[in-house]
Structures are given as C-alpha cells and as structure tokens.
C-alpha cells in the first residue's frame, strides 16, 4: 500500500463532545472516530488503514487547495476549500456533553459555499469495530442507516444517496450564501431538539466561555508573551481530552500512531496515565480551570482510595477500568504501514515507582489552591507514602515504560524521594498525623543513594539507571521537583550533557540514547524539549529559554496541535496525536517563562520552585 494515500498526522484537526474525539483531514475527511468513548471501537479509522478503515469525507470533486482553521477560542473546526469555481466550508463540531442542551451524540457538518457554485462529493464509509464488523446499508426516510449486529448509525443528508458495495456516496452543489446540513446520528443519539444552527450557536458560546481569558495587560497574565494563544489552545486541547463525567484526561485521542514509521513502536493512548497527575492539576490550575483539575483530582484520588498502593496501575480507562489487555489487529495495514495496530496496554501492568511521587506532587499542588483532603483521602495519602518507604529499593520499569527488562531508574528513585518529601511537607503544614522522623530519615536515605549511585562523575551528569551509560531528560527535572537547587554543579552538568547528547535543531530533545529492548526508533519526545526550556529559564538562562520555546512553536501545526514526537529535520509528527503530555508541557513551560520574567500568577508558583527559587536571570 502507497504512502500517499496517508494524511500526514501533522494536517489533522480533532474535534469531540467530552466523551469521544473524531479527527478530521484537510480534505474534510473524518478519519478517526471512536463511539460512544474515546477507548470505545471505532466507526471511522482511515489513518490506520485506508482501504478497511472506513471514513466519512465531503470534499470537493475537482482540484482544490484546503486550509483548517479553528473558530477562535473554540473547538468548532472549519474546512476551507477553494476551486477554480469558487470557495466552500465544511464546518464540523459536536456538541459538548452535558454542557448545553443539545443531543451530544451527534455530529455535525454544514456546508457554506462563500463564492461559487462548488461541486462536493460525499463519500460515507463507516467501518465498525476497527473495520472487523459486518456491515449492511439501507435507505431510510431522513436518509442512510449503517448497522451491524451491535451497533448502527443514521447519516441524515439533504441530497439524494447511493449505497453501492457497502458504501454511500452523493454529490451536492451549493450555490453562494447557501448552506447545507448533514448529521451523523451515532448509537443512543436522540432526535434534534432545535435546529443545527442553534447547537452550533450553543456550542461555540460553550467553548468561548470556557477557554482561558484575560485582558492580555503586560504583567497581568502568567502567560503572557508570544505564547499566549498557544497556551490557549493547549487548554482546550486538554478540555476535549477530558471525560466529562469521570473527570479523567487520555493521553491521547488515538492509538497506534507510529512513533517511527514503518516501525513496532506502536501504543493505545486512550488511557489515563497517573504519571500525568503533578503536570497536569498544575496547567490547569494556572490556566484558570479549576473545576477540571478538582475533577482531574478526584478522579485519581478515588482511584486511590479504592486501590491498595501496591495494586496501583501506571494508567487505567477513563472510567476506572483496571483490564487494559493489549490486543494486536493484525487486519489493519497500520499508518503508513506501521504494524502492529493495538488497542490496549500492557503498561498497565508494569511496575513504574515514579507514579506515587507524581501523585503526591498532585496533592501539593492541589492544597496549595486551597483544596483540602478529608480522613479517608489522608490516609490514602499516607498510605502511599508508607509503601514508597518499602519498596523504593526495588527496581521498576520507569517513566518510559520500557520493555527491556526493569532497572534502578534515578527518576524512580528521585520521585520516591519526592513522595517523602511532598508528604512530610503536606502532614507538617496542615497537622495530619504521620510518622515523621521515620519519613524524614527515608527521605535523607533515598537522597544519599541517588546521589552516590545516580550521578556519574566520569560524565558529569545523572544517568538514566544505576550503572547505565545511558543519559535520559527526566534528569532535567531533578530540580524542578525540588530534588536539588538550580544552582548545583550536578543539575548544571546534567543539563548541558542532555543538550549536547539528546538535543536536535537547538530544541529537539529525545528521551534518552540507551537501548529500551525494542528494535528500530523514534522521533524527539515533544515533552522533553518542553523541560529543557524549563530548565534552562529557571536556571537563569532566560533569554535562551525563550529563544527555544519559539523555536519549539515553530513545530506546532497552524491549528496549536501537536503530536507526541516531531522527526527532526523533517518536522513530521509521530505518535499519537494530538498528546496531552506535550500541551502539558507547552502550557507549564509558558507558566515558568511568566513566572521568572516577573508576569503575574493567578496561584501559588510553579510546583517545585518553593524548594529552590531560580537562579536570577543572567545575561
């Protein structure tokens, strides 16, 4: 199969209703839709395979030039075409779960023709259960209906419609001023209450009035700068990928997006990974959204309270769900052949210590905006922090899930040391009972011992593992949680061996150079270069911080998207897309940058900082 009848990942725009998320392509072509959740089997997934993926696509039948755009400060996508005869929108939204009063399992797509005629074509291919359903097509009075044995779907079309060999196609012609509606009623969907351009109307006033506003004053907004609309962007992104009735954020709205082409590094990401709870409650709080990261908190929290600590998992389903089997589908071709297709992760049985420092770091930052925990959350907390007391001389699979075998990971190592420490601080601040001196001598413990076994003086940096030749860019982290102060030879080392041996175009970071148990590679992890500028700006190196956040904007797509990885050189994204992880990383980046050039915070400062301020700003 041709590597041209592949959308590049970077020209997606995504759009969702709180539940579930649809990728669309430049063509106007919905791609990816998984239903009624984002973890759910797919109705659309063309980016995983062409031929059996199934897609739903209104494009015009003659040569044209696209262009996406989102309405400002919303997640309504819009489609521009333009043909030698005229020009013509495709404009697709659903509207946002339990947020207005509109039907939210519906989504919709109109059709303005701003000058014209404009001929389009409809190409209706939905292909369910990853493409593995039996499917049968027939005409109803609104219009299609698509079903299988468990499942079906109601295409409502103002044109006539042709269903040939398990697909639909129809042409409409739309003259200038003229608009034209199609609804894709999806399982459970009930009929319209009000006509589509008032859900249109609804939800783009939803978006509106939630996206992060202020009056853009020089000092008044913690992201003020150059950054500031991407740092917009990147909430709403976070908003679509979260659950609106669980309160937990995906990763991802996609699985399988190859991290290198052709390659088997290949993962389901529609999950919820407890590692992403510290980063996470902090960008949203810094944002303004503090009813999603009390929900956020919520959700992990109760997740804590009914799990043991050792029973914990690195990542569950948006709804708490434990069994994550990982699957292959080896009847899909894979992005740009990329296999295998999985759905699943096995990650979630891996052993990753790093988890429970996260977690407390979650915790710190949530009381620090005056969220309190009752008893039961309490000794949850202290629950947690006795266990790291047992097995942080245990080794585990680390931060980046590796599959090469579980090693003494120094970031594990440090965030059991941040575990201790954020709960000492937390018991001590606001009187909750704990052991104190024994934390307190663990705490000291773990510290001695990274720093005798994780600091390689030969290299003059923190390795990736005891004994390793491996250098990783979570060492960049080690004083942004508070672990060392900024000024210490070792972090300074550590952060100019990572920029010489893991950094790419100036801002590029790959996660680490060692060997991780599976064959080929991958492109620059997008996080990570969001660290470096952390790093670099809290360490006093302001103007080259923000030298490199423009740098790194560079790589964002026109829409604010951007994907896991970027292949430098290339700027091809990789991986799924778009990631939370990397707009964590822009919208916290974009906080530190405010923070250390003096603009004002709506909270308490950046996690971390309390335990050693930044260097002052050098020349």
Partial sequence: ???????????????????????????????????????????????????????????????????????????????????????????????????????????????????????????????????????????????????????????????????????????ISVEPGESEWFLLRCPGAEDAATDPSTALAATTDYWTNWAHNCDRVE???????????????????????THVDAGAIAAAPTTSLPEGIGGVRNWDYRFNWLRDAGFTVQALSNLGHSAEANEYFDWFMSVCQIDDPKELQPLYGLHGDVDLTEQELDHLAGYRNSQPVRIGNAAADQRQ???????????????????????????????IVEYVQDVWTNSDAGIWEVRGGNKHFVYSKVLCWVALDRGIDIATRYGYDAPLDDWHDTRATIKEDVLENGYDDSVGAFMQAYGSNAIDATGLLLPIVGFLPFDDDRVQNTIAVIDD?????????????????????????????????????????????????????????????????????????????????????????????????????????????RLGEPIENKP
């Fill in 219 to 241: 000092g008044d907004c913690a992201f003020g700068g150059s950054w500031h609309e991407l740092a917009v962007r990147s909430g709403l992104v976070l908003k679509l990928l």
């Fill in 501 to 609: 041996r893991l950094v790419e175009d100036d801002v590029l970071v790959q996660r680490y150079d060692g060997d991780d148990g599976l064959p080929g590679g991958e492109g620059a992890f997008v996080l990570c270069s969001c660290w470096l500028i952390d790093a670099l700006s809290l360490s006093g190196r302001v103007d080259d911080a923000c030298d490199r956040f423009k740098r790194l904007m560079e790589y964002v797509n026109p829409l604010g998207l951007i994907a896991e990885e970027v292949a430098a050189g290339t700027e091809t994204y990789l991986g799924n897309y778009p990631q939370a992880f990397s707009h964590i990383g822009i919208i916290n980046s974009a906080l530190y940058l405010g923070y250390v050039q003096g603009y004002g915070l709506p909270g308490p400062p950046p996690m971390g900082i």
């Fill in 353 to 383: 210590l790093d988890i429970y420092g996260e977690l407390l770091l979650a915790v710190d930052e949530m009381l620090q905006y005056d969220r309190s925990l009752d008893d039961d959350e309490w000794d949850a907390v202290r629950s």
């Fill in 1 to 171: 199969m041709s590597d041209v009848t592949y959308t590049p990942i970077e020209e997606y725009g995504f759009i969702g209703n709180l539940e579930t998320c649809a990728l669309i392509g430049p063509n106007a072509s919905i791609d990816w839709f998984p239903f009624p959740h984002l973890e759910s089997e797919s109705i659309f997934a063309a980016i995983l395979d062409p031929e059996r993926g199934g897609r739903f696509c209104i494009s015009p039948g003659e040569p044209f030039e696209a262009s996406h755009q989102y309405r400002e400060r919303t997640n309504v996508l819009e489609t521009t075409f333009r043909t030698s005869n005229g020009t013509a929108t495709v404009t697709d939204f659903m509207p946002p779960a339990g947020q207005i009063d509109q039907p939210k399992q519906v989504l919709y797509r109109k059709v303005t023709c701003r000058e014209g005629p404009v001929d389009l074509d409809l190409e209706f291919e939905p292909r369910f259960d990853y493409g593995r359903a039996e499917m049968t097509f027939s005409s109803t009075e609104a219009g299609i209906c698509a079903e299988s044995e468990k499942t079906q779907v109601l295409l409502e079309a103002p044109i006539d419609l042709t269903i040939l060999d398990n697909r639909v196609t129809g042409r």
